[in-house]
Nanobody
Framework: QVQLMESGGGWVQAGGSLMLSCAASGIIFRVNTMGWYRQAPGMQRELVADITRGAVTNYADSVKGRFTISRDNVKNMVYLQMNSLKPEDTAVYYC???????????????WGQGTQVTVSS
């Protein structure tokens, strides 16, 4: 019903930048909060940043001042600009979104497949 597709991952040297994009598609009435999570090998998935439909943002302390989340409500897309990348940012990054598929249904969370980000020292 709803699909999230991430793009933009890859390999970068420490200090470099990458931009992730995520598009929500399918049967969508409204996309509420969208966010980015990451999971490093052997670690739990953690919130990186999220953004409400009204553009209120929230960041993990580890990325504040380096990452910027933004969204396009018309295109149902969310972006993550990552600057000053560190080796500890290496992880699979997942897009998530709370989506209402009709006016009367409750919003539920959907996840993308993930995109690998690798930062070398």
């Amino acid at each position: 019903q709803v699909q999230l597709m991430e793009s933009g991952g890859g390999w970068v040297q420490a200090g470099g930048s990458l931009m992730l994009s995520c598009a929500a598609s399918g049967i969508i009435f409204r996309v509420n909060t969208m966010g980015w999570y990451r999971q490093a090998p052997g670690m739990q998935r953690e919130l990186v940043a999220d953004i409400t439909r009204g553009a209120v943002t929230n960041y993990a302390d580890s990325v504040k001042g380096r990452f910027t989340i933004s969204r396009d409500n018309v295109k149902n897309m969310v972006y993550l600009q990552m600057n000053s990348l560190k080796p500890e940012d290496t992880a699979v990054y997942y897009c998530a979104a709370d989506v209402k598929i009709t006016l009367t249904t409750t919003a539920r969370s959907y996840w993308g497949q993930g995109t690998q980000v690798t930062v070398s020292s």
